[in-house]
Structures are given as C-alpha cells and as structure tokens.
C-alpha cells in the first residue's frame, strides 16, 4: 500500500519497511481491531518494533496513515454529492452510508474516531474534523432547503452516525440493520415544522 505522505529522500529499504508495515497493519488492525498489538505488526511485517516507531511513533499515526486517504476520498465526497444536483436530504443520507461504511472497516475505529475528535494532539484530530466539516457542510446544505431540522449541528449528527458504525462493531449480528438504522436516523432529522 503506497503511501503519498512517505518521506522524500528515504532509502529505498526504508520505503520498502514503511509499505510492509503499513500492508501488514491494514490486516492486523482489520482482524484484532484498532487497539491490535504493534508488536504482532512488526513482528508479521518481518521489521523490529523500533523500526515501526520510526517510521510511525503513535498508534493514532500508524492508524492516520492506513485511514487518511479513504477519509479524504470520503471528504471530498460531501462536495462532490452537494454538486451532483441531488435533493441535500439524499445527499448527506448517501453521505453519511458511506461514513458508517468506513468507520466500521475496522473494529474499534468509531471508539478511537470519537476519542480524538476532541485531542487537537492526536495524529486522527485532522482527519476526524475533516470529516465532521464535511458532514457539517452537506448538513446546512439540508438544512438550508428545509429537509433537515434546524436545531442538529454537525457534531451531533458525527456523533450519531458514529455510534451506528460502533452499534455494528459491538454486535456484528446487528452489522445488517445498519441502512435500517440510518434510515431511521434520517426521519429523526426530517424537518417537519414543528420543532
């Protein structure tokens, strides 16, 4: 797995690790969670733990690194939807789908998600309020036409969608009612003039 933030001017047995750790972890964090041990990491990545510290000194960075591309795809997105001409309702409800998607890839993910939302310090911070801007964005782009109740903001809807994404990840049974759930999170929204 390629990455376009390695280092410029790195050995090309360094880039080499760098990929292999990354590759290695994008496994291990799927099958034992965000909270998988960094050691199993290096040891499967065939590289000593003090290599993986360098190139990844925190959890949080080894897991920005594995998730920042999808999440940026996912935060263009929101702009990409409010373009297409779709209903704003339809839009953040596609939107907000794919986000349950991606926060459920790894088990775990929507506790440490909500963990670094408020820890500016964390190596997730940026890419999590990347995400709830563009929540927030196709929100108020709902909640301008009417669609959307007026007394929601974006972090309280980053927080809903986020618990439906660790609801799945606690019981993957329930993983099936996920559209269901966000279905009915959507009507909870719907503007219906009387809030």
């Not at 994008?26 to 003090?50: F, H, K, M, N, Y």
């Not at 360098?54 to 920042?68: K, S």
């Amino acid at each position: 797995m390629p990455d376009e933030a390695t280092p410029q001017g790195q050995r090309a047995d360094a880039r080499r690790n760098r990929e292999r750790i990354l590759e290695v972890a994008d496994d291990v964090i799927r099958e034992q969670g965000t909270q998988a041990s960094l050691r199993d990491v290096a040891r499967q990545a065939g590289v000593g733990l003090g290599t993986l510290y360098r190139h990844f000194p925190t959890r949080d960075a080894l897991l920005e690194t594995l998730l920042r591309q999808g999440f940026d795809r996912l935060a263009g997105q929101a702009d990409e939807l409010l373009d297409a001409g779709l209903p704003p309702e339809r839009a953040l409800a596609e939107w907000l789908g794919e986000f349950t998607l991606r926060a459920g890839a790894f088990r775990g993910l929507p506790a440490s998600l909500m963990a670094t939302l408020s820890d500016p310090d964390s190596a997730l911070h940026a890419s999590c309020e990347a995400m709830r801007e563009a929540c927030g964005r196709l929100l108020r782009a709902a909640q301008k036409a009417g669609r959307i109740r007026s007394d929601v903001d974006g972090t309280d809807l980053f927080v809903l969608v986020n618990a439906l994404s660790w609801i799945a990840d606690q019981a993957p049974s329930i993983a099936a009612r996920s559209e269901r759930l966000l279905a009915l999170v959507m009507d909870g929204l719907a503007h219906t003039g009387d809030r």
